[in-house]
């Protein structure tokens, strides 16, 4: 394995490309789980596929909030039968920082101005 993990042709390849490689070759039980070992114990496949990653940066810091309700979110809900009050939709409002939400019926046809 050592031969055909590291000769210059195939320059370490993963698990399943050395098993490919070998299975018209060699044979023996529990060959794909012996390859796939030995590929797992290579320091350099281990060095390689680090390098093919995005470096991560450095993380940020999410805002803390210390009010309720001074950051939210909004959606609407549209296209709802009509009750008998006339209303379609639901606005719905969360508070960012306690998770609690209010569910307003409204009417799609209201002015954005009536909702402010």
Known sequence: MNEAHATRYSIHP?????YYDLRCLYSWPGKKKDIAMYVSKCLTCSKVIAEHQKPSGLLQQLE??????????MDFINKLPRTRSGHDSIWVIVDRLTKSAHFLAIREDFKTEKLA
């Open 14 to 18: 993963r698990a399943d490309k050395m």
């Open 64 to 73: 803390i909030h210390e009010w309720k309700w001074e950051n939210i979110t």
